[in-house]
């Protein structure tokens, strides 16, 4: 059952409902739904227990931010490329995306977080797509590059956290924010779907 559709600059965004499971389908991909979330929460949990300030690349479902406003965030800033989205949360249309809407915290901000990181934060979370080396994006490839990296690491207040989703593990995108940030760290997210397992990754600078 489609649940919104809309066109946008960047292509079409869809939410459906299957069943009970909530699908997000970005520009004709398949690009998350609600049957497996344990690496966006995972991705929000290396943001630290106490998550202070938080800019998130990507709304998606909503499940990163609603994880980081219960864990107790002072700000959740989320930047959206597919404007209609933020319409839906606010609108209430899945129970995650209408608790990130409501929530006094949260900031929704339309936008391509390639060009929205301003101010200081003390993690910066980017999912936005599925890692440098499988775009749903082509433009993504600049969030994946140094430039945009490094920018993110000079944001962090001192003992911030960058933190980047990616569908597997990519050597290039760890050896690029090891020589920007000094360290990084790989946190691998086993996942089933349909009966292949695999990892997600997270790399965590800074
Ligand atoms: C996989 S979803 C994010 C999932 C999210 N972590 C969650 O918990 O539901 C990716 C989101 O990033 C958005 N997006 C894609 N490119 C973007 C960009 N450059 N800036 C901001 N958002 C972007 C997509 O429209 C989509 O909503």
Redesign the pocket.
Known sequence: MILARAETP?GE?VLRRRDEVVE?V?NGVF??DSAE?SS?LA?ADAAGSHPGRVL??????????VRLLDAGAELVRV????EP?LGWAREGLTA?LARVASDPRTELVA????E?VDGTWDAILL???NGPGFL??D??QR?YAGDFLRTCVQALAPGGCLVV?CESASPDLASTLERIAGTVELISVPVTRQGRSFDYALYVAG
Request: charged share 15%; glycine share 12%; proline share 0%.
């Open positions: 960047a965004i997000l970005v690009a998350m979330v966006e991705l998130v690349g990507g709304l998606g479902l909503g499940y990163t931010a930047v959206e490329l597919a989205l995650e936008g391509d977080i390639a929205q999912d936005v797509d749903i994006h433009h993504n969030v989703w």
